[in-house]
């Protein structure tokens, strides 16, 4: 077999934490079990996948998003994986355990065109597959992902399961939780009123009721650190008879 991985290394590729270890993680695979799954899922599994498999057999990288050249249902410039599949049966998450890939293509009506080996934080709506449908059963298999929320739909991620791996990158990279916070406290410091809103401060005896607003939200903003589901802070709507705030969405506003 053809030595892959040269100068790479999985001292630090994967989590092991008691999760990964108890859904993901299985012994080495010998040849005779390695033989008998690529049977059973009717594809010869790439030189890579099998080298990766015996130094650890299956389980969830530290690194666990692939960027993207187009939007699929989880983000518009990746994707993210939950873990990699062993090659093994005993255990749910593995290429032939009770979640695996004939599970999904059986149970789920994902395309049958390949093994799928990675699942998704979509709990099902979106997999990670080696995709044989342009090299033929023994061929070597590009990776794709392949989106149930869109009918299925496959983006190309990479040419081979040894590209796919080496480029995964850690979700710190797409976390854009600071900037969203500093683009929504700018919202409030500099943003427009509704018109109901601004009605209201000329009508008031206060003449700083638009600053105290303001602070009020910069407080319940910093503190929720920037909660979508607690309210909206683009647009704001007061209802004169309770004498309440109340923080909805109006005309206007994404959420």
Same mark, same amino acid.
């Given at each position: 077999?053809?030595?892959?991985?040269?100068?790479?290394?999985?001292?630090?590729?994967?989590?092991? +934490?008691?999760? @990964?270890?108890?859904?993901?993680?299985?012994?080495?695979?010998?040849?005779?079990?390695?033989?008998?799954?690529?049977?059973?899922?009717?594809?010869?599994?790439?030189?890579?996948?099998?080298?990766?498999?015996? *130094?650890?057999?299956?389980?969830?990288?530290?690194?666990?998003?692939?960027?993207?050249?187009?939007?699929?249902?989880?983000?518009?410039?990746?994707?993210?994986?939950?873990?990699?599949?062993?090659?093994?049966?005993?255990?749910?998450?593995?290429? @032939?355990?009770?979640?695996?890939?004939?599970?999904?293509?059986?149970?789920?009506?994902?395309?049958?065109?390949?093994?799928?080996?990675?699942?998704?934080?979509?709990?099902?709506?979106?997999?990670?597959?080696?995709?044989?449908?342009?090299? $033929?059963?023994?061929?070597?298999?590009? !990776? !794709?992902?392949?989106?149930?929320?869109?009918? %299925? +739909?496959?983006?190309?991620?990479?040419?081979?399961?040894?590209?796919?791996?080496?480029?995964?990158?850690?979700?710190?990279?797409?976390?854009?939780? @600071?900037?969203?916070?500093?683009?929504? =406290?700018?919202?409030?410091?500099?943003?427009?009123?509704?018109? !109901?809103?601004?009605?209201?401060?000329?009508?008031?005896?206060?003449?700083?009721?638009?600053?105290?607003? +303001?602070? =009020? =939200?910069?407080?319940?903003?910093?503190?929720?650190?920037?909660? +979508?589901?607690? %309210?909206? *802070?683009?647009?704001?709507?007061?209802?004169?008879?309770?004498?309440?705030?109340?923080?909805?969405? *109006?005309? $206007?506003? @994404?959420?």
């Amino acid at each position: 077999m053809e030595k892959t991985f040269i100068d790479f290394s999985f001292s630090d590729f994967w989590d092991n +934490r008691d999760y @990964a270890l108890k859904e993901y993680v299985s012994k080495e695979p010998n040849d005779e079990i390695i033989k008998s799954i690529e049977e059973e899922l009717g594809y010869k599994l790439p030189n890579s996948y099998i080298e990766m498999m015996k *130094v650890q057999n299956g389980g969830i990288p530290h690194n666990c998003c692939y960027p993207t050249d187009e939007s699929t249902s989880w983000a518009g410039d990746h994707i993210a994986i939950s873990g990699i599949y062993g090659i093994e049966r005993e255990k749910d998450y593995s290429l @032939a355990g009770g979640l695996g890939s004939q599970f999904m293509i059986e149970e789920w009506g994902y395309p049958n065109i390949g093994i799928y080996i990675c699942d998704c934080p979509s709990a099902g709506h979106d997999l990670i597959m080696l995709d044989y449908s342009k090299c $033929g059963p023994n061929g070597e298999p590009q !990776v !794709v992902h392949v989106d149930q929320e869109s009918d %299925y +739909r496959i983006t190309h991620l990479a040419k081979d399961f040894e590209t796919f791996i080496r480029g995964l990158i850690n979700e710190d990279v797409y976390d854009t939780s @600071a900037e969203d916070l500093l683009d929504e =406290l700018k919202s409030i410091e500099t943003g427009k009123f509704s018109t !109901v809103l601004t009605e209201l401060f000329e009508s008031t005896k206060s003449n700083n009721f638009d600053k105290i607003l +303001r602070s =009020l =939200l910069t407080k319940l903003t910093n503190e929720k650190t920037y909660n +979508r589901n607690f %309210y909206c *802070v683009s647009c704001t709507w007061i209802d004169f008879r309770s004498r309440r705030f109340t923080l909805t969405p *109006v005309s $206007g506003c @994404a959420w």
